[in-house]
């Protein structure tokens, strides 16, 4: 079946450095595309979001890149912040023609900062 | 505040029992979700409800049951039928008018088995 991925299950960074969290997918029909952030015993917390029209949206401190020719997704987090450790999953919402089915969640990248 | 709320956040189930996990949501929202997290996996989706009395299997749906008697509730029941219940389970809801609306999640119960 179709699913949606993530390249790395650990990334670790310097405190002030900028992350990217990269994903890939592979359902071509997908329209909208969601990143979130889990934090340890917590929900996932909604990031950002993306329709397959855009290549590129910002929000505060952090962007996501969607590259529709190679089915991959990222997210970039500027001037990263010992609070910014968490599991982060990109998820893909495929074009059903209406309706409310769920999401499709890669398996997250645990991101990592190091002081 | 508007949000979901599930509970309890840690539940214990002996053999062979039903327990049943409570979701609730006051943000207006008509679709609901349930989904199943394990250890370092992505989220899998039990059942989705888009409007009162109505609901959908998910791709995981064997030994679970749900209902939808009220907009804002949605809870999940894990019978004795599910043989590996132990898992960080996820509620969720959107707005279902429009196809581009995040899913918003409440922050889970721990179900562990005795």
């Known amino acids: 079946g179709e699913s949606v991925g993530l390249h790395l299950p650990t990334l670790s960074v310097q405190e002030g450095d900028n992350s990217i969290i990269n994903c890939a997918y592979s359902?071509?029909?997908?329209?909208?595309f969601i990143w979130y952030k889990q934090e340890s015993g917590k929900g996932p917390q909604f990031i950002i979001d993306i329709r397959s029209n855009m290549d590129k949206r910002q929000g505060q401190r952090v962007t996501v890149l969607l590259n529709k020719t190679v089915k991959h997704l990222s997210l970039q987090i500027a001037a990263t912040q010992p609070g910014d450790s968490a599991v982060y999953f990109c998820a893909e919402v495929p074009y059903s023609g209406g309706g409310a089915d769920g999401l499709t969640f890669g398996k997250g990248t645990h991101l990592i900062i190091q002081p | 505040d508007g949000g979901i709320t599930q509970s309890p956040k840690y539940l214990f189930r002996k053999e062979g029992q039903n327990v049943t996990l409570s979701c609730e949501q006051n943000?207006?929202?008509?679709?609901m979700y349930w989904y199943r997290q394990d250890p370092g996996q992505g989220l899998r989706l039990i059942y989705y409800s888009q409007i009162v009395n109505d609901f959908q299997k998910g791709d995981i749906a064997e030994g679970y049951s749900v209902s939808r008697e009220k907009k804002e509730s949605f809870p999940l029941t894990v019978t004795s039928a599910q043989k590996n219940p132990t898992a960080f389970y996820l509620c969720?809801?959107?707005?279902?008018?429009?196809?581009?609306?995040?899913?918003?999640f409440g922050d889970g119960t721990r179900l562990s088995i005795l």
């Open positions: 359902n071509s029909a997908s329209d909208y």
């Open positions: 969720a809801s959107s707005i279902v008018q429009g196809l581009d609306q995040p899913q918003h």
């Open positions: 943000l207006n929202h008509d679709a």
